[in-house]
């Protein structure tokens, strides 16, 4: 449904808000990746999301327990800052548990970590039996 990718160089997407998608058998759902994997990493601290809103998001996920619904990995040379998750409500269309997915993200529920701006953290997850 929704993807940003970036792998280096610098940049700033801030004060943004995205509600009310919905979607079916989404590859990826919402996902912020300061890491793509197929792209070579640039010069540069990374792009800093500060200040995102996602709101009312509803649907599926084709594979929640291989592909995080929530997947926010943020550069640890800029970590994103005040990200808010709410009324999110997504649930995988193959198997019996989703997880959600976050790295040097900060901000409030899912597998965000509340804290100073702009501290980086290792890979955390939040794992769900049960739908939304």
């Known amino acids: 449904m929704f993807m940003i990718k970036s792998n280096g160089r610098s940049g700033t997407v801030s004060d943004c808000v ?6 079916y ?3 990826y759902s919402l996902d912020i990746n300061g890491y793509w994997p ?10 800093l999301f ?4 996602f709101n009312n998001w509803k649907g599926t996920c084709a594979e929640g327990a291989t592909r995080a ?4 990995i943020c550069p640890d040379g ?4 005040g990200i808010t ?26 597998c965000l970590r509340g804290g100073s701006a702009h501290t980086s953290f290792a890979v955390s997850t939040v794992t769900l039996n049960s739908a939304p």
């Open 25 to 27: 058998s989404n590859a």
């Open 18 to 23: 995205f509600e009310n998608f919905i979607g």
């Open 50 to 53: 500060t200040g995102s809103t």
């Open 85 to 110: 998750i709410e009324n999110f409500a997504m649930w995988t269309d193959t198997g019996s548990y989703e997880y959600y997915k976050c790295e040097s993200a900060l901000g409030d529920r899912r």
């Open 78 to 81: 800029n970590p994103c800052d």
């Open 38 to 47: 197929d792209e070579t990493p640039a010069a540069g601290n990374g792009v």
């Open 69 to 72: 619904p929530i997947n926010i």
